[in-house]
Structures are given as structure tokens and as C-alpha cells.
């Protein structure tokens, strides 16, 4: 059974640091895109930050330059490192896997989903 658990939402000052945190199981943790989505209530879901199995990233332009996604093959963890937070990253995080086959993830349909956490940035 394929899970993803998120942990490390909470809440923060604008211009805090919070590093989320996702574990794997049951699929095969180095040949996935693994993302990172949010969504803010009233607004779509959206892709904040994403790493293929080759390593490379892509991050949301929203994003760029304050988040960094890493992932940690021997934990099966991937994690989402977010610096100068802003009231706009307020959301539900969720993280996300789909087997990869090649090219950039950005555009992959996830196959699956984490339960998300919660993050609330206070200006």
C-alpha cells in the first residue's frame, strides 16, 4: 500500500522557516516525481516545488529563491525547506508521487497523495 506522510505544518511569523516533511512507503522511493502542492482555501491547487529522480527541481516562480525540495533516499523522505515566508504561502501542503518515465515532473499527473499539512503564515 502506497502511503505518503506529511509532517512539520504549523504556524509562523512572516518571514519565518518551516521545513515540511513527507515519508514514503510502498513504492519504489528513487524512480518517482515527487512533489510538493498547496492550496489555499478559495483557490485551486497549485505545484510549488517538484524533483525527479534524476535530481533535478523545478519550483513554482512564486516560490523561487525562499523553498528548496530535497529528498533523502535512505529515509524515503522528501522535504521542503521554506525561508522568508509570506502570508501568501498560507495553505494545505500536500505531497504528492507519480512513477517517473521521464522529462521534467512539473507536468506529470500524480498517481499519489499525502493526507497535507497545514501552514499558516501571520504577518
Known amino acids: 500500500v502506497v502511503r505518503l506522510v506529511e509532517s512539520g505544518g504549523g504556524s509562523v511569523q512572516a518571514g519565518g522557516s518551516l521545513t515540511l516533511s513527507c515519508a514514503a512507503s510502498?513504492?519504489?522511493?528513487?524512480?518517482?516525481?515527487l512533489g510538493w502542492f498547496r492550496q489555499a482555501p478559495g483557490k485551486e491547487r497549485e505545484g510549488v516545488a517538484d524533483i525527479d529522480a534524476d535530481g533535478s527541481t523545478t519550483y513554482a516562480d512564486s516560490v523561487k529563491g525562499r523553498f528548496a525540495i530535497w529528498q533523502d533516499n535512505t529515509k524515503r523522505t522528501v522535504y521542503l525547506q521554506m525561508n522568508d515566508l509570506k502570508s501568501e504561502d498560507t495553505a494545505e501542503y500536500y505531497c504528492?508521487?507519480?512513477?517517473?518515465?521521464?522529462?521534467?515532473?512539473?507536468?506529470?499527473?500524480?498517481?499519489?497523495w499525502g493526507q497535507g499539512t497545514q501552514v499558516t503564515v501571520s504577518s
Open positions: 504528492a508521487a507519480a512513477r517517473y518515465s521521464g522529462g521534467g515532473c512539473w507536468e506529470y499527473d500524480y498517481d499519489y
Open positions: 510502498g513504492f519504489t522511493f528513487r524512480a518517482q516525481c
